[in-house]
């Protein structure tokens, strides 16, 4: 399976964050499969967004869960990343991963991210 992130490089503060997953070479409905959401930065490491299931059904870190929206298009294979008023410390790397059975970790198989820097 190969992930794909895209989205813009640069976001203004207070704006809304979308990154979508392209998915290739596997079904996003696969049961038991998860697709995730995960960040990077040097202040704040690894940090899991959340992730959506194959039934469709969300989970979201507490701390982010009322920033964020992860929703999905079966017809075209992408998974999308809503992160609301952004400030410049959601300034990361964002990856988005499969997880072969849990939707928190581990998750083995990750694009290769996408830098996206917040700022004015």
């Known amino acids: 399976v190969q992930l794909q992130e895209s989205g813009p490089g640069l976001v203004k503060p207070s704006q809304t964050l979308s990154l979508t997953c392209s998915v290739i070479?596997?079904?996003?409905?696969?049961?038991?499969?998860?697709y995730g959401w995960i960040r990077q930065s040097p202040r704040q490491g690894l940090e899991w967004m959340g992730a959506?299931?194959?039934?469709?059904?969300?989970y979201y870190s507490p701390s982010q869960k009322s920033r964020t929206s992860i929703s999905r298009d079966t017809y075209n294979n992408r998974v999308t990343l809503e992160l609301r008023s952004v400030t410049p410390e959601d300034t990361a790397v964002y990856y988005c991963?499969?997880?072969?059975?849990?939707?928190?970790?581990?998750?083995?198989?990750w694009g290769q991210g996408t830098q996206v820097t917040v700022s004015s």
């Open positions: 959506i299931g194959s039934s469709g059904r969300t």
């Open positions: 991963a499969r997880s072969l059975g849990n939707y928190y970790w581990p998750y083995e198989h």
């Open positions: 070479g596997g079904s996003i409905t696969t049961e038991k499969h998860y």
